[in-house]
C-alpha cells in the first residue's frame, strides 16, 4: 500500500474507461476515496459502483466543487486525466483547435485555480497530469493533440517548479500507446508508430504509483521515451529527420 494516498480523496476525470478507469481502481484499491469522472453519466456511474467510489458526472472542466463537496470538503489528489484525441493538420477546423485547448490543457489549468488556494493554506496537494509521450515528442498526423500536449505538460511542469517548496506535489504520465478507445481512433498512423508497443492501461496506473513512491514529477510507462527525449533535445534535426522518416513511411502506407 502507498501511504501518501491512504484514505486520500482523490478525483479522477475522464474514468469511465481506458486510463481513468485503471486510475480510479487503482486509487481504490490502496485505500482512497475516490470521485469518479466522465462525461458519460453511465459509465462514470458504472466505475464508481464496481470500486466503492462516487459518481460525479459531467465536463471535467467544472466539477471540482461537486467532487469536493462529494469527498467531505477536501481533495487531496486530483487525476487531471480526461482528454480528447483530435488529429489533423494545420488545416483542421477552429473548432476542432478549441476543443483540442479547452480539453486538453485549459481543464487543466480551471481545476488547479480551485485547488491551488486549499492546498497552499494546508501545504500539501498532488495534481496528477495524464499527458502523453506526443507532449514530450510529438505524433504524426495529429497535430493538434501533439500541441496541446505539449502545453499540458508545460503546464505540469510550471505547477511543480512554482509550487513544490509549497506541498503541492506534480507528475506528468507520458506514455505512448495504451490500449484504449483513443488509441483505436488513431487509425493508420496509431497502428504504425503506437500500436507495436502498446501496453494496457494498469500498466500506467502502476508506473503512477511506482513515480509517488519515488516521488518522481515524470511517468514514463515507455521506459524508452527517455532516450527519446534526450535524442530529441540533444540532437533536434537528427530526430527530426527520424520523424520525418515515419512520417512519409505513413503517407506511402495511406497512397496505396
Not at 461537486?66 to 477552429?94: I, K, M, Q, T, W
Not at 540533444?234 to 512520417?247: A, F, S
Request: hydrophobic share 45%; with cysteine; net charge negative.
Amino acid at each position: 500500500m502507498v501511504e501518501a494516498v491512504q484514505d486520500a480523496g482523490v478525483v479522477v476525470t475522464g474514468a469511465g474507461g481506458g486510463i481513468g478507469a485503471a486510475l480510479a481502481r487503482r486509487f481504490a484499491a490502496e485505500g482512497a476515496r475516490v470521485v469518479v469522472n466522465d462525461l458519460d453519466a453511465g459509465r462514470a456511474k458504472a466505475v464508481a459502483d464496481e470500486i466503492g467510489g462516487i459518481a460525479v458526472p459531467g465536463d471535467a472542466s467544472a466539477i471540482v466543487t461537486e467532487a469536493r463537496d462529494a469527498l467531505g470538503g477536501r481533495v487531496d489528489v486530483y487525476c487531471a486525466n480526461a482528454g480528447v484525441g483530435c488529429g489533423g493538420s494545420e488545416a483542421a477546423a477552429e473548432a476542432v483547435w478549441a476543443l483540442a485547448w479547452d480539453v486538453n490543457v485549459m481543464a487543466h489549468v480551471r481545476a488547479a485555480h480551485e485547488l491551488l488556494p486549499d492546498w497552499l493554506e494546508r501545504g500539501s496537494g498532488r495534481f496528477v497530469s495524464t499527458v502523453s509521450a506526443a507532449g514530450l515528442l510529438t505524433m504524426i498526423g495529429a497535430a493538434p493533440y501533439s500541441v496541446t500536449k505539449h502545453g499540458a505538460y508545460a503546464f505540469a511542469e510550471w505547477l511543480s517548479l512554482t509550487y513544490r517548496h509549497r506541498g503541492v506535489k506534480a507528475h506528468a504520465i507520458c506514455p505512448q500507446g495504451v490500449r484504449t478507445d483513443m488509441l483505436a481512433a488513431t487509425g493508420s498512423a496509431g497502428d504504425l508508430v503506437l500500436q507495436p508497443t502498446a501496453i494496457e492501461p494498469q500498466d500506467v496506473a502502476d508506473a503512477l504509483f511506482k513515480g509517488i513512491e519515488e516521488d518522481r514529477f515524470l511517468i514514463l510507462p515507455h521506459p524508452e521515451v527517455a532516450e527519446y527525449y534526450r535524442a530529441r533535445a540533444t540532437e533536434p534535426d537528427r530526430w527530426l529527420h527520424g520523424m520525418n522518416r515515419l512520417q512519409r513511411q505513413w503517407e506511402e502506407a495511406t497512397a496505396r
